[in-house]
């Protein structure tokens, strides 16, 4: 009966096991980020006909997919989380977006 109590009090060991919800966002987010990639992602090779290192430009989408956890973690605004997950995605790929519309055979027809 005692170790129920126990479980319950705030300096207990359950909660102390809970986690930041930043820390969450990114441990959530992190693995999330390599499903794009796994379907279709941005292609090097179009990068290298520009004479671009096409394996290293790719990664600018990967981080920034994978910073997007992060970004919902830290943020406070807007106050809903599934107001923040879009808001922080749109934030994070734009930049990149622009370059995959300015890069030729890229983006959109």
Same mark, same amino acid.
């Given at each position: 009966?005692?170790?129920?109590?126990?479980?319950?009090?705030?300096g207990?060991?359950?909660?102390?096991?809970?986690?930041? $919800?930043?820390?969450?966002?990114?441990?959530?987010?992190?693995?999330?980020?390599?499903?794009? @990639?796994?379907?279709?992602? @941005?292609?090097p090779? *179009?990068?290298?006909?520009? $004479?671009? *290192?096409?394996?290293?430009?790719?990664w600018?989408? $990967?981080?920034?997919?994978?910073?997007?956890?992060?970004?919902?973690?830290?943020?406070?605004?807007? #106050?809903?989380?599934?107001? #923040?997950?879009?808001?922080?995605?749109?934030?994070?790929?734009?930049?990149?977006?622009?370059?995959?519309?300015?890069? @030729?055979?890229?983006?959109?027809?």
């Amino acid at each position: 009966m005692e170790s129920d109590e126990t479980e319950r009090q705030p300096g207990s060991e359950a909660a102390r096991l809970r986690l930041p $919800y930043a820390l969450v966002c990114t441990l959530v987010g992190l693995p999330l980020a390599w499903l794009p @990639p796994l379907v279709h992602g @941005p292609i090097p090779e *179009k990068f290298n006909l520009l $004479y671009i *290192k096409g394996s290293i430009a790719v990664w600018g989408w $990967y981080s920034a997919r994978m910073m997007i956890g992060f970004l919902v973690g830290i943020t406070r605004w807007p #106050r809903p989380w599934y107001l #923040r997950g879009p808001l922080c995605g749109f934030l994070a790929m734009f930049p990149l977006g622009l370059v995959s519309v300015a890069t @030729p055979n890229c983006g959109p027809p």
